[in-house]
């Protein structure tokens, strides 16, 4: 099932999807409701929900899905950390390393992204994120397991100038990430992909970046270092997740943003970009 939020007519409605549409959710849930729900009552709120008359997709505005109580941002891919560094330091493959992020600076899937204040290089950076659906401590994978809700599309943009500049003093990202996350359009819930996971326990899922209709990067989810379980229990050490966390695998690797592309072929790749795709 797929869950959304949306605005029209002045209002914020939360609802699920189909091929007519949009249904609301019954008495005013949000999708945050229902997440803290939990996914079994959730489905059968979705189950009610469309019952209810469809609205057109085209006719409102997308909002993220849901408004989570904390952003955390992994970075899982090895291809994306040696494109960007030129090597992987041996600390990466100890634990999946994660920061926060803003959870008030989340912008619908359709949303335009204003450049940040002094930021003269600002990149897109494909991710997915998990949405945990109950509260937990200290849980092993297994237990992390069934603790994911469902999963939905993560843009971590990025002001590159500001972040290289901020982490030099070791502390950060900061400034250069906090302007704007693009989240959704919708939320999947987990057994809408459970087919998708393989043999080690990942989502085979290709996922693919383009800009202005070319395609610029291409990988698959399951080139992860660690499966989504993991993210959940890493974070979950010595403290607390709780329902509607939101989790991001960090940037896919071969192209999943333009600070790999720079890395390894230097600004001419920004340039081959800039003919295919009409980047400004």
């Known amino acids: ?75 899982t891919f090895e291809e994306h950390v040696a494109g960007i560094a030129g090597a992987v330091v041996p600390e990466w493959y100890e634990a999946p390393t994660f920061y926060f992020t803003n959870p008030h600076a989340l912008v619908g899937a359709h949303d335009d992204v204003p450049v940040p204040p002094g930021c003269r290089r600002f990149d897109f950076e494909l991710e997915v994120a998990v949405v945990v659906g109950r509260d937990g401590a200290s849980l092993t994978p297994e237990q992390a397991r069934e603790h994911i809700f469902g999963y939905t599309i993560f843009n971590d943009w990025s002001a590159r100038d500001l972040q290289f500049r901020e982490m030099k003093v070791n502390l950060g990202p900061a400034k250069g990430k906090d302007s704007a996350t693009t989240l959704g359009p919708w939320l999947v819930t987990a057994d809408e992909l459970e087919p998708f996971r393989d043999a080690d326990g990942f989502l085979a899922l290709d996922l693919r970046v383009l800009v202005n209709g070319a395609e610029v990067g291409r990988d698959l989810l399951s080139n992860m270092g660690w499966p989504f379980e993991e993210l959940v229990a890493y974070a979950s050490r010595g403290t607390r997740v709780v329902a509607g966390d939101v989790l991001g695998s960090g940037t896919c690797g071969n192209g999943g943003c333009l600070a790999e592309l720079w890395g390894r072929h230097g600004a001419q790749a920004r340039r081959r970009c800039a003919r295919a795709t009409s980047w400004r």
Do not use: I, K, Y
């Open 1 to 75: 099932m797929r869950f959304a939020t949306w605005e029209a007519g002045g209002g914020v409605r939360a609802g699920v999807v189909s091929g007519a549409g949009l249904h609301e959710l019954p008495g005013g849930a949000t999708v945050l409701d229902a997440v803290r729900a939990g996914l079994p009552a959730a489905l059968g709120l979705g189950a009610e929900a469309l019952s209810a008359p469809a609205v057109a997709l085209d006719s409102v505005r997308l909002l993220p899905p849901l408004q989570p109580p904390t952003v955390r941002d992994f970075v």
